[in-house]
């Protein structure tokens, strides 16, 4: 092998991201403490937006016309159930309540923060099949803009 194509090829592996170093954090209702869900295998983050059918009698061609609406996302998240983890308590306690939590997801090996919002706790259901693990999976609601904390700028510190 060439050395410039093993440099091509080793500068495309450095770029990309194993989805085990991606971690889902919450902060707790202090607002003090950033808690990793125990036992997490799988993430999602959703993100999509509406579309406002504008088609008209005139339209031309038969085709219909859209425009965008409004976004929003959420996140998927699911794994080993470790019940008596802070994770998962504060998890339950979210479920019982109403209230939003601020969230953010992490890239763990990097050490870099990559989105961050608030979301509702919408659904958490725990699944106990009779051949593996008790397993868990949550699904959050953002509220308001996921923000993309690679590219926010930071304030300066005063």
Same mark, same amino acid.
């Given at each position: 092998?060439?050395?410039?194509?093993? %440099?091509?090829?080793?500068?495309?592996?450095?770029?990309?991201?194993?989805?085990?170093?991606?971690?889902?954090?919450?902060?707790?209702?202090?607002?003090?403490?950033?808690?990793?869900?125990?036992?997490?295998?799988?993430?999602?983050?959703?993100?999509?937006?509406? %579309?406002?059918?504008?088609?008209?009698?005139?339209?031309?061609?038969?085709?219909?016309?859209?425009?965008?609406?409004?976004?929003?996302?959420?996140?998927?998240?699911?794994?080993?159930?470790?019940?008596?983890?802070?994770?998962?308590?504060?998890?339950?306690?979210?479920?019982?309540?109403?209230? &939003? *939590?601020?969230?953010?997801? /992490?890239?763990?090996?990097?050490? /870099?923060?990559?989105?961050?919002?608030?979301?509702?706790?919408?659904?958490? &259901?725990?699944?106990?099949?009779?051949?593996?693990? *008790?397993?868990?999976?949550?699904?959050?609601?953002?509220?308001?803009?996921?923000?993309?904390?690679?590219?926010? &700028?930071?304030?300066? *510190?005063?």
């Amino acid at each position: 092998m060439s050395q410039a194509l093993l %440099t091509e090829l080793t500068g495309k592996l450095n770029k990309a991201i194993a989805g085990k170093d991606i971690l889902l954090s919450l902060w707790d209702v202090t607002g003090n403490t950033l808690i990793a869900i125990a036992g997490q295998q799988g993430l999602t983050i959703n993100r999509d937006k509406d %579309t406002i059918e504008v088609t008209s009698k005139d339209t031309q061609g038969g085709w219909k016309e859209n425009v965008v609406g409004m976004k929003e996302w959420s996140i998927d998240n699911d794994g080993v159930y470790v019940r008596d983890h802070d994770s998962h308590k504060l998890l339950a306690t979210l479920f019982d309540g109403d209230d &939003p *939590v601020l969230i953010k997801v /992490t890239n763990q090996k990097t050490q /870099t923060d990559m989105f961050g919002g608030l979301a509702l706790l919408t659904s958490y &259901p725990i699944e106990a099949p009779y051949d593996d693990a *008790v397993t868990y999976s949550i699904s959050l609601t953002g509220t308001g803009a996921l923000v993309d904390l690679e590219d926010a &700028p930071i304030p300066p *510190v005063a």
